[in-house]
């Protein structure tokens, strides 16, 4: 099945400085990459996400970068501000057809120092 | 329009007890699913379900089972609770037509 490893573990980085997580995935079939973004005590939401077909996308100060040879994909949050602080976790998708279930990285705690 | 719902939000059992979870949506989302989340471990599918009627194991499955009498709710239970079953458990749905997936608040879950 699917595997996907994430890095860092963990982030901190100043207010205004930009945040890089990287992640790896195993299923070249894999062809849909999401983002989300848990905040302490809530449930994972969506960021951002691409699919296979795209190499970069971008949504205010948040991109994604996708590198689909060397099975990489990457978070990029530019003018980080506090409200950042959070578990990012990254995922992968689309071999399993029937389920279309996700399989996620590990995660990093990102914290933005004001 | 409340999205996901799970309930409990937590609860303690002792090694041995029963209990059900319940995940409600109102999205009228097609897919259901039901991932454990572990520190350092990401979240891990259990179960999931593509409509009413019908559920399938995930990746880990073992001492827990589901079932989906409703399109709109999804049910994980626990026969025996062990302490490994210790975690926090979130739902999630989503349309046929669309990959993102939707997750509901979570639900704590001690074992004694």
């Known amino acids: 099945g699917e595997n996907v490893e994430q890095h860092p573990s963990t982030l901190s980085v100043q207010e205004g400085d930009s945040a890089v997580i990287k992640c790896t995935y195993s299923?070249?079939?894999?062809?849909?990459f999401p983002w989300y973004k848990q905040e302490l005590g809530k449930g994972p939401q969506l960021i951002i996400d691409i699919r296979s077909n795209v190499g970069e996308k971008k949504d205010q100060r948040i991109a994604v970068t996708l590198n689909k040879t060397a099975k990489h994909f990457s978070l990029h949050i530019t003018e980080t501000q506090p409200e950042d602080s959070a578990v990012y976790f990254c995922?992968?998708?689309?071999?399993?057809?029937?389920?279309?279930?996700?399989?996620f990285g590990s995660g990093t705690r990102l914290q933005v120092q004001p | 329009n409340a999205g996901v719902t799970q309930t409990p939000k937590f609860r303690v059992l002792k090694t041995g007890q029963s209990m059900t979870l319940l995940c409600a949506q109102d999205m009228n989302h097609e897919y259901m699913y039901w991932y454990r989340q572990d520190p350092g471990m990401g979240l891990r599918l259990i179960h999931y379900s593509v409509g009413e009627g019908t559920t399938a194991k995930g990746e880990v499955p073992d001492g827990y089972n589901v079932s989906r009498l409703k399109k709109q709710n999804f049910l994980l239970g626990l026969e025996s609770a062990a302490p490994s079953q210790t975690s926090v458990y979130f739902c999630a749905c989503r349309v046929v037509s669309y990959n993102e997936q939707f997750f509901g608040p979570g639900t704590r879950l001690t074992v004694l």
């Open positions: 299923d070249s079939a894999s062809n849909y």
């Open positions: 995922a992968a998708s689309g071999a399993d057809t029937g389920r279309r279930a996700l399989t």
